[in-house]
């Protein structure tokens, strides 16, 4: 059983930056990838980034590769996304996942907005 929480969302101009933050606790594997994911009201959910647990390996969806930056502290068993030059199109609930072969915990969400 892992328990993910979200932090960091809020209202921002286009422009500007937010860091997000995912708290995880419990039986977190040593092979277990962790990531962010997105999802606007209509809209499909959709990844965003994904780290492996050591951090050794990261992925980012092409609509946010050099403006997103995906990191985690293991010793504070927490997950970053670093949001800079957002766009309103980045406007979107964010949640953060993790899982083996398939993200299986999930945190509450956080939402962002971004003003035009």
């Known amino acids: 059983q892992v328990q993910l929480v979200e932090s960091g969302g809020g209202l921002v101009q286009a422009g500007g930056s937010l860091r997000l933050s995912c708290a995880a606790s419990?039986?977190?594997?040593?092979?277990?990838?962790m990531g962010w994911f997105r999802q606007a009201p209509g809209k499909e959910r959709a990844v965003v980034a994904f780290?492996?647990?050591?951090?050794?390996?990261?992925y980012y969806a092409d609509s946010v590769k050099g403006r997103f930056t995906i990191s985690k502290d293991n010793a504070k068993n927490t997950m970053y996304l670093q949001m800079n030059s957002l766009k309103p199109e980045d406007t979107a609930l964010y949640y953060c996942?993790?899982?083996?072969?398939?993200?299986?915990?999930w945190g509450q969400g956080t939402q962002v907005t971004v003003s035009s």
């Open positions: 419990g039986r977190t594997g040593s092979a277990y990838r």
């Open positions: 996942a993790a899982g083996l072969s398939i993200w299986d915990y």
């Open positions: 780290i492996n647990w050591s951090g050794s390996s990261t």
